[in-house]
């Protein structure tokens, strides 16, 4: 008896979409929504169903010396699904606002500039203390 050929299954992940509860100008409603997204989307209610938003919590850098913290950037997942532009990393420059939207690479070569911003910064730390 012939045993049957089994050919290596493909991995192929499908995300379900989930979809959660949202007020669009009062009215209740169930929109898809980015896994990743905190917004409350009954506490929004927007009055046009293009107006809704995706947006993870932000991650920040602040500076804390001083006696208050100073945000210096802002970052979040963001997704405009009326837009044309896919799912992004929104990086905002906290005091005026200015933000751009990164694709994944944009976002990794940024995170490459932080890493070397960092590394500078900790060597200028080491000359103040006289270390080599
Ligand atoms: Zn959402």
Redesign the pocket.
Known sequence: MDTPQHSPALAVTVQPVRY?PALINGVSAA?P??PW?R?D?IAANPRYIED?T??SDPVRLDLAAGTTPLTLVEARLSADPASDRPASVFVEEHSTGQGRYLDADAADAFADQLDAFAASFRAMAAQLRGDR
Request: glycine letters at 0%; charged letters at 10%; a negative charge.
């Open positions: 959660v929109i929504c980015e997204c917004v989307h809704v995706h947006s």
